[in-house]
């Protein structure tokens, strides 16, 4: 009655509210009167911060108008999250990360084909179906060849079938598939339909399709078979996801009906919050696959009522017998529905199955429950009670969330193993009149040498250094093995910094060779895991310095023959029975086709280092939920402590585990052996998974002793403790997180890399004793971490040019899993852009050259590069200003590389390095390019020597060609008025560091900082 009789206030009002800390007013009305008069009321009061929305708006759609205030009101409040999943639903939206940089505005026109061809014109059959798009019927035997394309883009309402949280083609779409082929065979009844492998969808790209139908025999049946592989990689294996026969169909005259509807002698079944249940049984169904309405149970006898949603129902006339609509009477079967005592099923084999009539959009089903189990018998009738379908047996299998997973990663450039391949023995060996050897009896015709000083003086070109372990062949035992091992690491790292350093050995080559340090063949024992470390901190060395460092690990008589092996021209390899190997990555689900009982997580205690990490955070939520872990002792630095300890102990004892913390750095053997002292006897431990590890990146020459030995000890010492310590228990799985790093030789990160190989090789150790042991070398993830946080916007263009993809975290824990079901005891986990590969030719890692085969082949391996010769020949036709203008342009398009830019344009050729974005790891990235390019042997302090591209391209033409002209750059660079916000300019480092410094990021900061060396 006030509101009637009174003034409202309403002005009042909003300014009441505002006064209150109010900025966001929605109107949930018919139109925006109210909104427009709350907008004027802020306006009034000054607050430019506050705004008032409306929900709708007269003579406008709706949905539109409704979905624009919502998204307005999640931009200017945390308060307006919105369920954009739930809206999203069914459409086939996906998210799609935003640019990182600013928006350029170049144009890139594509240019159309003049002319489209279709099907026929390449001599096929448009199906007309739509999961296939044509056919072809081959010329010898009448063989038939179907083909397709299936993606959550073009075929949205498949996203809506989830199973163990991966989204596969329904099998009653392969039973579809099959139908459709037989019905243009001529053999209309599918009698056999089994299904071999998951079909699983990726969330990004698709997969093509090929159903091959057979020779007909004498009775008129016809094999077929459907296969699947990604559209991503035509170099993949098909997969076969489901084989049987086809036979030509006899009379349709079906005796059954279900005119009587709601069938007699039934009760009906409650579906209330049915879909909802099913989460918790590995089933996620969505709009398009709810079609269950109603169920009756009778004896021996199930029933279901079924309606295509409307989000699909328009395209029920499409096909044969829509799957979503015969899937979702499949739902009526699966547990907790009309069955209590029933495990999760999903369909396994078809037999006798016709499709009387089609274009359903709504069925009645009759499941006839046979003595056999999990065997059942339909009648399908549309909801007139007039058959649609008949199955004359149904095999049911429980699901398997492992089988799901696995199929769901083998469409993925997702799990890699390393496979050592032969190359051809050369037929002359190397020249060894310029070989030397360090400190280890001589070799053919070079002669053994005490010290590097020795080998300088003797005017060396290549130089080899046998790393042999003392004692039983490196043989492992003792807790001693880590220690021996960072000793070892150090002791590498100095001499190898030395002869890098030293200007004399500038053109001179190191040859490292180790035995048993890792393990090339099937089996194959590591008995020197004292140096296992030294080829990851190596393989660093030769991405920062290319063409300067040879690593190879030979068997007893492989030492004798390095002569031979080093003329192949690798820059890796193991020498075993007189032949050559290279490691190169392999699939790992192509390279291995045995399989691995999975670990049994959900016995005993499940001990996980690192374990209030992000990574740690991840695979402890994914071990409980996911494989039902439920007592977990969760080992780091400062245990219950630690800021998310709290939180996750939350999290895991809500999803039925029992968590004990434990502040422990498992590098420290003793405190380690007290807390799995703690554990109960009547649970011990039976699953070990190492995650922890700490990042330092520096270039080589900014590596310290004490920044190697703070890196590699938290992976060598823990992962050794950890092996010496539990293998006396009952373990299922005993899993090291690794890194690519040491794998491909990350720039910048030879203490990571070092670390993480021991890890890679202590696993081959194990396996090798009959013990678990699995080493995950993880590329990049997308979820940040406190490793993968320290990364600059330079450092992941880097590793994108490497042609590597970061991971989403739910598909890492599934490419986990998938890992642990493979018989290989060390894979590379990280998506892999083959196109990217393809297009870096010649310069792709040679490590990755074997997923790029149709990319151009790669160069062999030399002491220089021959890179430099053409480039000289054609400057050496120009002037002078015309040789500095084409070495500027050759020197901004190189930056712009390192950089990330699309072209040259973005240079700007007088700015110095460090403010165009340099680092020293891209200013290493330059170097070895323009060594490449030019042929020289330029410094790793090129970018500080010379600050700018136009200085460093003066300096290229002094050295390519003697060039001498006034260097107007560096008057210019040296002459300008000093700028308050830069007091310092360091505009050269060709010196030795002062004391306490070790790289050019340490003097950047010591000069800045005034501080006293």
Known sequence: ARHIRQAVRFHDGVRHLVGLGVTTFLEAGPDGVLAAMAQETLEAEGRDDAQALTLLRRGKPEPETAVAAVAALRIRTEAGRSGWETYFEGTGARRVPLPTYAFQRDRYWLDVPAHHGDATELGLRSTGHPLLGASVTLARGGEMLFTGRLSLLTHPWLADHGVAGTVVLPGTALLELAAHAGEQAGAEQVAELTLATPLALPADGGVHLQVAVGEKDESGARPIEVYSRPDTDDERDWVLNAQGTLVPAGPDTPTADLVVWPPANTREVGLEDVYERLVDQGYAYGTAFRGLSRVWRGEGEIFAEVTLPDAVRDQAGRFLLHPALLDAALHALLPGVAEEDVEARLPFSWTGVRVHATGAAALRVRFGLSGAADTVSLLVTDDTGVPVASVDSLALRPLSKDAVRTAAQAGRDGLFAVAWSDVPVPESAADTSGWAVLGAPSLASAASYPHLDAVVAAGADTVVWPLVADGDDGAVGGEGIAGLARVELARVLERVQAFLADERLADTRLVVVTRGALAALPGEQVTDLVHAGVWGLLRTVQTENPGRVVLVDADAEGYAQLPLALAAGETQLAVRDRRLLVPRLARALAASSQEQAAPRWDEGTVLVTGATGTLGRILTRHLVAEHGARRLLLLSRRGADAPEADALRAELERLGAQVSFAACDAADRGRLAGALAEVPEEFPVTAVVHTAGVLDDTVLSGLTAERLDAVVRPKIDAAWNLHEL??????????????????????????????????????????????????????????????????????????????????????????????LLTAQPVLAVTYLDTGELRRQGDEVLPILRDLAPAGPRPKAAGHTSQGGSTLVRRLAALDADARHEALLELVCGRVAGVLGHANAAAIDADRPFQELGFDSLTAVELRNQLNGTTGLRLPTTLVFDHPTPTVLARQLARELFGDEQPDRATAAVTAAPGDSAEPIAIVGMACRYPGGVSSPEDLWRLVAGGVDA
């Open 726 to 819: 539990t293998r006396h228990l009952p373990l299922s799985a005993f899993v090291v997180y690794s890194s690519l790093a040491g794998l491909i030789g990350n720039a910048g990160q030879a203490n990571y890399a070092a670390g993480n190989t021991f890890l890679d090789a202590l696993a081959q150790h194990r396996r090798a004793q009959g013990l678990p042991a699995t080493s995950l070398a993880w590329g990049l993830w997308s979820q940040t971490s406190t490793i993968s946080g320290q990364l600059t916007d330079t450092d992941l263009r880097r590793i994108a040019r490497l042609g590597l993809r970061a991971l989403p975290s739910d598909e890492a824990m599934s490419l986990f899993d998938a890992a």
